[in-house]
Each structure stands twice: as C-alpha cells, then as structure tokens.
C-alpha cells in the first residue's frame, strides 16, 4: 500500500473513496459541514439531518457519485463524539474507511483528517489504521478469493501542515502498522506451521532487514544453565523449546540509565498438556504465543525507529502438549532462580516459561521489566474483551501505560498485586506452586511470576482476550488482533 500526504483541498482529489469523518452533534451549519453539503448538492446534509445517518463511532455511510466531488464515492464516516475524539480514534476511523472501500473494491482512498491533531501525529496513526484495515487473515484460503486490497491512500488535513512532518508520520506509521501486521500474522497461523523452530526462524529473518541481533538459546543450553520449568513445559512435545533473545545494536545510553527488557510469551500451542483443556475454541490455542509475537515485532520496529532506552526482547518458546515424557501435575522442578516449584496445573505452563525467562533477563543485565502474556482465563473473566489488566511494581510505567491508551487504542486496567494473595501459591513440600485457587487467578499468576523478578522494577501484561477478534471490527478483520505491540513501541518511542 502506498501513503502519501497531500495539501489539497478535498474537493478536487481525483480518487475512488473519500472518506470523511463526521462527529456526533456536530452542528449543520458549521463551516466544515455546509462546505460538505455544498459539495454534494445537499446530499450529506439530507442523510444527517433525516437521522438515515448516524455519525456514531465507526458507522458508515457510502454515498456515490457525489456532485460536486472528483471523488468516485463518498463515506461519512462516524467519529463519535467530539470531545472523546482521539489519535485512537483517528486510527480506528481510517482503518474503518479501508475496510469499506475493499468492500466497495475501491483501489484508491483519501481520508480527511480531523480533530486537529499535530502532523507527525495525525499521519502516523492514520497511516497505521490503513495498514491495519487493509490486512486479511485468509492466508490458507485456496477458493473464492477476492483481491481487495487498497493499493493507495492519500491524507489530507484541516490546517496547515509541512510535508516533512507530514511525511515522517507516515514513514513511523507504515513502521508500526507493518510491524502490527506481522504480529497478526504469526498468530493467525496454525500451530503445524508456526512451531517454536520456525519463531525463531521468524525472529532471524529480522536480521537482515531491522538491524536486529537474535541469539537462539537451544534445549541443550536450558539444561546446562538449568532452566527446568521451560524444560518441564516442552516435555510432552516433539517439537524442541527455543529461547530467543533480541538485542538493537549500539544503542546508546548513559552508564546510569535503565536496561528494559521485553518478555513474551511464546506458546505456539497449548493443549494444557495432562491438565488438558476442554475441546471447545481450543483451535484458538494456537495464538497462545501472542505475547511472544508482540515483543518480536515490537522490537523489530524499534530496531528502525531508535528507541529512547535501551531494550531487549525475550521470548520462551515451547509447544505444551500430554504425552508419555510431558510433565504431571504434583512434580516438582528447581527453576533458573533456584526456587522450586509444585506443578500443580500443567496448563498454568506460561508462568512457568516466563518465571525462567524473567530471572534470566536479570542475569542478562536488565535492571526493569516488562512481561506480555495470555496468562489467565481469571483475566478475561474480570475485563472481558475490552480491557487487558496490568500489574507490577513499576508505578511509574503503569501509569504512562494507562495514559498512553488514547494514542495506542489498547485499553489496560491496573489490577492490585498486594502481599495478602501469595498465601494462596505457598506449597507444603515446595517454596512455591505454580497454581492457588479458582479466585483472583489473575493475580496470583501475576503473584508467581513476582517470585522471579524479585526486587526489579516490573510490569505484567495479562493479554488473554485481546489476541483475538472472532467478530471483526468496522475497522478491522477477524482473527489475531496484534495487541500490546503499539503499546510497546509507543512506550520507547
């Protein structure tokens, strides 16, 4: 897809969708709507004010031929209201005007944007809502495929705006909407293809093109440096466990300054191993290693972008399936940090990867962490599907995590970690296990996984829910979602 930015008035641009975005309450006579309504010889004017258009949130309304326009069609797309317009929004407003002009096999878009938002700003995240419209997940499909892909979108502005802002934007929004899409991509394919061997297949092939440096610690590394609870997860599979680590060359920083790392959990699957799951949506166990996609393509766009601390990325890998090695629930495992752990839930695996791979990043020299999982069913029984929950003790990222949401879109809801919920993971014959009882589940993983850090500063992002959309969205296709990588990136940009 190409995006470009243009100073131009809009009713001159020669294109095959203009997309412009209409905010609830908006008055009929302001300026921007009456030179609206001109333009369509009072068309846009009818459809609001008979109510046969609502300008709600993501709504549409497609208009062809319009009068006065060199634009084939015309979408009023609704922005909600003006007060709560944000740069999320604006995203999710231009990603909602690609997906109805591949619905109407436009090729060519121009989108208005609106809210007055700075330059640099505006473009990027209209240029990221385009790329993320425009993505399909229906990579395996063989019959009945249609190409609609948007092959040109071109933004335009309210105010006055110079092209080099303009263009930067766009130049960071194709990075992160890229990188976003990668993220979907991994986790919308299947566990017989995506196997920890071919993540870190995946994590390599970043070299070439980001600058990345990626480091593929082995099973016989594991066992020597006595990583047993990443070892217990991958028991049960063929398919062998990889720890991938992920460094930006030559970053720079004063000798004082933090060292972050980013720990994903990769899960290509998970079956529960002998604590199996219920046969119901576990196809979707496959986007267990969401988390894991998100720091990969994170940092493969920070590679580019030039983050403002320093970081690294790690991702444990393992597929966590029964069989006649897998690990059983009431074994017990001394973990990297030398604590050991009563297993009683093997499908509480991602703890355990992540417990190995935080004290590892600690031994690497990160000083502050930040963790993204699909941790816990208890999650999503809290937030549903609309928030992700975050805990930690690093106050000062939670913070700029909860701010950072209308830029991002991706909502997060501070959930508490007090001291008061650790009894319900003390073992009788261990110092640990890796499970308490069916309340608060989300916070007594979180409680594990503090086990591991220890004093560090540290932020847990529980994700479960986010890493897929069975429904869809105006401004988005179904399937794996890409959550917390615009989160991250924002965070070091």
């Known amino acids: ?103 109407s096999r436009c090729k060519s878009v121009a989108l208005l944007m609106r809210g007055g938002f700075p330059a640099p700003e505006s473009t990027q995240v209209s240029a990221e809502g385009a790329l993320y419209g425009n993505y399909e997940s229906e990579i395996y499909k063989t019959r009945d495929i249609e190409t609609r892909d948007v092959e040109e979108v071109v933004l335009l502005s309210e105010r006055r705006t110079r092209r080099s802002d303009a263009g930067e934007g766009i130049r960071r929004g194709a990075i992160v909407g890229n990188a976003v899409n990668f993220a979907r991509t991994l986790g919308n394919e299947p566990a017989n293809v995506l196997t920890p061997s071919q993540l870190a297949e995946q994590a390599l092939s970043l070299v070439a093109r980001t600058g990345l440096e990626v480091q593929i610690l082995e099973r016989a590394d594991m066992e020597r440096l006595g990583m047993n609870t990443m070892l217990a997860v991958s028991r049960g599979s063929d398919q062998p466990p990889k720890l991938i680590i992920l460094r930006i060359p030559e970053q720079k920083s004063r000798k ?91 499908d509480a695996e991602g703890r355990l990867l992540l417990a190995d791979a935080l004290a590892y990043a600690r031994t690497l020299g990160a000083t502050r962490l930040i963790d993204v999982a699909t941790l816990t069913g208890a999650c999503v029984v809290a937030l549903g599907h609309i928030y992700a929950g975050m805990m930690g003790t690093d106050q000062e990222i939670l913070e700029r995590l909860r701010c950072g949401s209308r830029i991002t879109g991706e909502r997060f809801w501070q959930l508490p970690l007090d001291d008061d919920y650790r009894k319900d993971i003390r073992s009788e014959i261990a110092d640990i296990k890796n ?11 979180a409680k594990f996984l503090q086990e591991f850090v220890e004093n560090t500063p540290w932020v847990h992002l529980d994700i479960a829910g986010m890493d897929i959309d069975h429904d869809g969205r105006p401004y988005a296709a179904k399937g794996a979602t890409g959550f917390g990588v615009r989160t991250l990136i924002h965070l070091f940009t």
Request: aromatic share 4%.
């Open 435 to 445: 499970v308490g009882n069916r309340w608060g589940g989300a916070i007594t993983a």
């Open 1 to 103: 897809m190409r995006i470009e930015f243009q100073a131009r008035n809009y009713t001159d641009l020669a294109c095959d969708l203009l997309a412009y975005p209409v905010f609830e309450n908006e008055a009929r006579e302001s300026p921007s709507l009456k030179a609206l309504d001109k333009a369509t010889r009072g068309v846009a004017g009818t459809v609001l004010s008979t109510g046969e258009f609502k300008p709600e949130l993501h709504r549409a309304c497609l208009i062809h031929r319009p009068a006065r326009l060199k634009a084939r069609r015309l979408v009023l797309v609704g922005a909600g209201k003006e007060p709560e317009f944000s740069l999320g929004r604006l995203r999710e407003v231009a990603g909602t005007a690609v997906r109805v002009a591949r619905q």
């Open 256 to 346: 004082d300054a933090p060292l972050f790392a980013l720990v994903g959990k990769g899960v290509t699957f998970d079956s529960g191993g002998i604590s199996i799951k219920p046969m119901e949506k576990m196809e979707d166990m496959k986007a267990d290693m969401a988390g894991g996609a998100a720091v990969l393509a994170a940092m493969s766009a920070l590679a580019e972008l030039g983050p403002k601390h320093p970081v690294m990325g790690i991702i444990p890998s393992a597929e966590n399936l029964p069989g006649g090695k897998a690990t059983k629930p009431g074994d017990i495992v001394k973990s990297y940090a030398g604590k050991t752990i009563e297993i009683i839930s093997t």
